[in-house]
DNA sequence: AACGCGTGGCT
DNA sequence: TAGCCAAGCGT
């Protein structure tokens, strides 16, 4: 089953993103909201479930949060930790982490500094400061539970569509559609017919995800897993292994012959010279530091002094640092 | 809506 | 080599 011509208007939708939000508009009027599923993508739906879910039995990886053991705040932690951090290099954290904090409350009781120390070198440690604040809001207002519903979640700190969705659905089992970057691709390629999604999420996508969801709660969240996993290891950004995939013969991309992706490239963000760089360096050192840090100790990481004091600052109204007196700094204790 | 936010491996 | 890329979120 090719893409038809509603699903590949709806998936063009780098060109067209307002086709998905009309309709939806059109139906959210129409009255008691029902998924329109359009026939064709119900049809592309059924084709593409049994084989990806099977190929999800057969080559997926086992990774610790998806053992059974790890339960609901295993799963989120690894949610935390995986936003834009490659799988590799947050195992070793991850195991770290749910030993010294194998509940909410465990962690909601330390110094939020301490989950920034934590966090190590995995990048955006922003998360890690949210994580601790959600929770502590877990410990306080759900009794120390990860909450099991959708909009809950969302109320946690750090907590977006995506983890909201990938706890529900991971966590709880739940039949919610689970749109990351991986699932976004797969579907850009086997329903729309290219080589990339759009740059930022469209209803478009959500309603062809919606529409794609198995109707039963246990093989929906295996497709979700499932999905994920088919774009994390073969049907990949940059080299697609096509000869892996298990829908290779109905994907809309491979049958119109792997076009080239149209339109504006996605905007590479640099980083050597910014003040992400200076911040990296500056947290760096007040990891490594259970004292507080003097400022000469910190004025060696960066030669420019305004970029330098910026960036500081910008940790310290982050949260991420705690000035003290006497120029000295450490990680927060609160 | 576009941008800021870390870090490191890969091509 | 210099981008490109990695299970996003908040503003």
Redesign the pocket.
Known sequence: MTATTETSSAASSPRNPRDGAEADAAVASAGPVVDPVDPDLAETARSLHAPVVDWFAAHARD?P??RREAGAWGVMV??FM??????N?VLPVYEQWLERWPRPADLAAEPPGEAVRAWG??????RAL?LHGAAKAIAERHGGEVPEEHAQLLAL????????A?VVSFAYGKRHAVL???VR?VFARAVGGQQYPP??TTAAERRIARALLPEDEATASRWAAAT??L??LVC????PECARCPIAEQCAWQLAGAPAHEGP?????S?AG????V???L??VLRASKDPVPQSDLDQVWHEPVQRARALD?LVSDGLVEPLDGGRYRLPLT
């Open positions: 990774l949060w998806r690894s949610e995986l936003q834009q951090t490659p799988v290099r070198r995995l990048g955006y440690p922003r949210r700190p750090g907590v977006g569509e995506y983890t909201a990938a990351d970057t991986n691709r740059n930022a994920m996993e774009g994390a990949t950004a940059r080299s490239a996605r905007r590479t963000q980083y910014t003040d992400r760089q911040r990296g360096r947290l760096a910008g």
